[in-house]
């Protein structure tokens, strides 16, 4: 059974930065390597649709959202089964929850973790 614990997320000032992260678990990292899957990171704000905002492939190449190009980098260590997000210039715009899963075939999600970005 695949698990994902999101951390990371509070409240920030405009501006300002955070840092999350994604423990992954369950025996299909184990036996296939977290490094074999495609990762995401994903938001969902009050009414609206999860959405994804940053990726990375198997082989390490990154893709954002326009809306986060430039801000957000996404980085991941393979051997702890962990993704990253560096969060830096939030914007109001960016308050939500953030998740992570798989970027093809999304598992059973997580809880997630508020990012509020408010004066």
């Known amino acids: 059974q695949v698990q994902f614990v999101e951390s990371g997320g509070g409240l920030v000032q405009p501006g300002g930065s955070l840092r999350l992260s994604c423990a992954a678990s369950?025996?299909?990292?184990?036996?296939?390597?977290?490094?074999?899957?495609?990762m995401g990171w994903y938001r969902q704000a009050p009414g609206k649709q999860r959405e994804l905002v940053a990726q990375?492939?198997?082989?390490?190449?990154?893709d954002y959202a326009d809306s986060v190009k430039g801000r957000f980098t996404i980085s991941r260590d393979n051997p702890n089964h962990t993704l990253f997000l560096q969060m830096n210039s939030l914007e109001p715009e960016d308050t939500a929850v953030y998740y992570c899963n798989n970027v093809h075939t999304p598992w059973t999600w997580g809880q997630g973790t508020q990012v509020t970005v408010s004066s």
């Open positions: 369950g025996s299909v990292f184990r036996v296939y390597g977290f490094s074999n899957f495609g």
């Open positions: 990375m492939n198997s082989g390490g190449a990154a």
